[in-house]
Every structure is written in C-alpha cells, then in structure tokens.
C-alpha cells in the first residue's frame, strides 16, 4: 500500500522534540502538545499521515466505493456511509449520529467525489452504509494497551472479504496518525474471519 507520508530526519527531529520538551510544561497549547507527540515519533524513525490526503489521494473505485477503510483496531466490522457533499464517515457501528465520538472518523466534503447514486437517499444527505471486515492484529505487533485507543487503515473489500495487507496506526490528533506497522494476513486469518459473517 503506497501511501503518502510526512516524514524528518530523526536528529532534526528529536532536537525539535527537545525544544517543545525544554520550553512547554505547564502552558502548552493543544497545537503545542500535538507538535511535542508528532516529533516525539518522528524522532524514534516512525512516519505521520494525514488521514484526509491519504483518502482523498486513494480514490474510489469503479463503483464510487472508498479504495481504503478506517477503522479502530478494536472493531469487528467497519461501515462506511458517504454523505451527498462527497465526505463520508468510518465507524465500527451503524450509530453514525451517536454521541461516542471515538468509535468513527469522519471525511470532509470533497473527499469522495464520485457519488454512489444508488446508495444516496434523496430525503437526506447521507447514504445507506457499506461494510468490511477489519483484520486482525498480529501477537508480534499488537500493541500492549487497549486496542480502542488504535486504528487500522487497509484496503477494504466491501464484499466482506478481508483484505491481505492492513496498516496499524495510532492516533496523533484529528486527521494525522502515526504508522506503527504493516503486514499481511496468513491465508488461515483470512478465513476465521470471512467466519465472522
């Protein structure tokens, strides 16, 4: 999966780690604090994607379906619903209008250009909802903590068939996200969980 990534040198890095480390303590920004995390990673070698670019830089396919899915790790299925202004919402459950803001990402307006006129409903903007299953973390890169607190990023088959190659990231703040790790579903992954149907 080829996607586009910031990334630094890792000592240009870590001195601009240092000097959000030194100077903020106590009064720092949100922004500040956002900056202090992204350069922290930067400088342990990991690279930074925003999430919005890289959808929008993906595509869609033939049936105006996204190309890619995210999804926190933690879900068993994610579900897409596109909106009539070409964003779009990622969810681990059907409740897109719910309070629990951590269980969806939302795309802005103009992210998918190419309506899926047949999901659309014409009584609202939103769209009647796809879905996936979202792969499974290998044991070696599974992160210690709670999975919730990470999401996946893979090419979805909307046909509920797991796709071989998924990416685990872990948020930074609104659309940018640190990539933790890549890799590829064994064959017998693949069907426990074509089994979750």
Do not use: C
Not at 17 to 26: A, G, I, Q, S, T
Not at 75 to 82: L, T
Not at 88 to 109: A, E, K, Q
């Amino acid at each position: 999966m080829n996607i586009p990534t910031i990334e630094m040198p890792t000592e240009e890095a870590q001195a601009k780690y240092d000097e959000f480390r030194d100077v903020l303590m106590k009064n720092a920004t949100n922004e500040e604090r956002i900056l202090k995390r992204g350069y922290r990673a930067l400088a342990k070698g990991k690279k930074i994607i925003d999430i919005d670019d890289v959808m929008k830089n993906a595509g869609q396919d033939d049936n105006g379906f996204p190309k890619l899915a995210i999804s926190r790790a933690d879900g068993e299925f994610v579900y897409f619903q596109q909106r009539t202004d070409g964003g779009g919402v990622f969810s681990i459950t059907t409740n897109f209008y719910g309070r629990d803001y951590s269980t969806r990402i939302v795309m802005p307006d103009g992210t998918f250009p190419q309506k899926v006129a047949y999901l659309i409903s014409k009584r609202t903007r939103w769209a009647k909802y796809l879905r996936a299953v979202v792969p499974v973390i290998p044991n070696a890169i599974r992160p210690r903590f709670s999975i919730q607190n990470y999401h996946i990023l893979f090419e979805p088959v909307w046909e509920y068939v797991p796709h071989p190659d998924p990416i685990l990231l872990k948020r930074l703040s609104g659309s940018l996200f640190v990539v933790l790790a890549a890799w590829d579903l064994t064959e017998l992954e693949q069907k426990v969980l074509k089994g979750r149907l």
